[in-house]
């Protein structure tokens, strides 16, 4: 039985085809992979600026919704040069109350690590009758700036009138 066997020439040029569909194969393959990768690229770029958008809108919403807080926190700082104003608010407060008062130091606390605020450690020294200076203190406590009363010290020194100091802190915006 004769067997048929394929000339060289037919051989060679079956491989040659051969050869040249895999290039081609391959060649496609690695174009649409290239394809493929900057179609992804352009949907995570677009999906970024999408969702940096978003967290904008997200931002102003969330502003607006707290604004008041934002408000409130705002002025529980004294800001940057409104100290004055901020004295003249207790002397205010002392006159109000019948309390005499004096400023003996302010200084700045300058272990504050804080990066919004810094404090102002203040004694003053007050004299006047047990009440009023009682309604002074709970005055500077609730005053809508950040105020902590640390320390205070009456004594009765005449009778109906009584004097002392009182140490509290304020809060400063930075």
Known sequence: MPTWIPKKKILISAVSIMIL??????????IL????????NIYITNDAQLTEED?????????EIHMSSIEALRKFFIENGD???????????????????????????????????EDLNIRVNISGKWQDILVF??????????VSVLNTHIDNIDEGLWSGGVDFVVFREK
């Open 21 to 30: 569909s895999l290039l081609v194969y391959f060649t496609s393959v690695n």
């Open 33 to 40: 992979d290239g394809k493929i990768k900057e179609i992804e």
């Open 55 to 63: 967290r904008m809108k997200t931002i102003i919403s969330l502003s």
């Open 83 to 117: 100290e004055v104003s901020f004295i003249e608010t207790i002397e205010n407060l002392a006159k109000s109350n019948s309390v005499q008062m004096e400023i003996v130091n302010i200084s700045q606390n300058k272990n504050s690590s804080s990066l919004i605020k």
């Open 137 to 146: 203190i709970k005055g500077l406590e609730s005053l809508p700036f950040g």
